[in-house]
Nanobody, 125 residues
Framework: VQLQASGGGLVQAGGSLRLSCAAS????????MGWFRQAPGKEREFVAA????????YYADSVKGRFTISRDNAKNTVYLQMNSLKPEDTAKYYC???????????????????WGKGTQVTVSS
């Protein structure tokens, strides 16, 4: 599956952004979708995941209550609504996909099979 993320940009602390990720190439609803991020000098970290039907979601503790992941299977698109942004949210955000989900695998970037190219989010203080 091919993934193309968009929607990144520069925003002030406390502001909002919505990332989108368009998927193509395979049956979108067969994939768990999610987001990772990587800040300069740091490892890639899990942000959020959403199950095949969209009924179940998971979040990193650092974004819980501020970020919302959703998906539209008719449009082959997954979204990440980011509110109350903080400077520490500054990172390149990657859309990811995999056929299966486990807490162990989805906390490890190396275990995720499909990655988009990423979109930069910069939050100024």
């Amino acid at each position: 599956v091919q993934l193309q993320a968009s929607g990144g940009g520069l925003v002030q602390a406390g502001g909002s952004l919505r990332l989108s990720c368009a998927a193509s190439g395979r049956t979108f609803s067969n994939y768990v979708m999610g987001w990772f991020r990587q800040a300069p000098g740091k490892e890639r970290e899990f942000v959020a995941a959403i199950m095949w039907s969209g009924s179940v979601t998971y979040y990193a503790d650092s974004v819980k209550g501020r970020f919302t992941i959703s998906r539209d299977n008719a449009k082959n698109t997954v979204y990440l609504q980011m509110n109350s942004l903080k400077p520490e949210d500054t990172a390149k955000y990657y859309c990811v996909a995999d056929r299966v989900y486990s807490d162990y695998a989805w906390r490890r970037a190396a275990d995720i099979n499909y990655w988009g190219k990423g979109t930069q989010v910069t939050v100024s203080s």
